[in-house]
């Protein structure tokens, strides 16, 4: 079983930066396809970025249009978590952002395609 703890969320202003962190404990880290998706109040949940597993120690990232060139996802192995710097926020940014984790190789923007979820964190982004 994994447990995916994010933390870092806060209230900023328009243009701060952010990092979130997710914490994984259980399983073989290294191997896991880790995402970060988000939901604002009112409406479906959204993906926002992905560090794919793609074999060996070989990941490969993808972002949402609406984020790409503002956020960008890395990950410390030997310390089994995931981050998301977010820059230049805007307020459509505010949700609440949650870390995923699926075993597999294969492309996945649904959060449904993901096999364990942490609980999230708020971002909230003001005028």
């Known amino acids: 079983q994994v447990q995916l703890v994010e933390s870092g969320g806060g209230s900023v202003r328009a243009g701060d930066s952010l990092t979130l962190s997710c914490a994984a404990s259980g399983g073989t880290f290294s191997r896991y396809s880790m995402a970060w998706f988000r939901q604002a109040p009112g409406k479906e949940r959204e993906f926002v970025a992905v560090s794919r597993w793609i074999g060996s120690n070989i990941y490969q990232t993808d972002y949402a249009n609406s984020v790409k060139g503002r956020f960008t996802t890395s990950r410390h192995n030997a310390e089994n978590t995931v981050y998301l710097e977010m820059s230049s926020l805007e307020p459509e940014d505010t949700a609440v952002y949650s870390c995923?984790?699926?075993?597999?190789?294969?492309?996945?923007?649904?959060?449904?395609?993901?096999?364990?979820w942490g609980q999230g964190t708020q971002v909230t982004v003001s005028f």
């Open positions: 995923a984790a699926r075993i597999s190789q294969d492309i996945a923007t649904r959060w449904s395609d993901y096999d364990y």
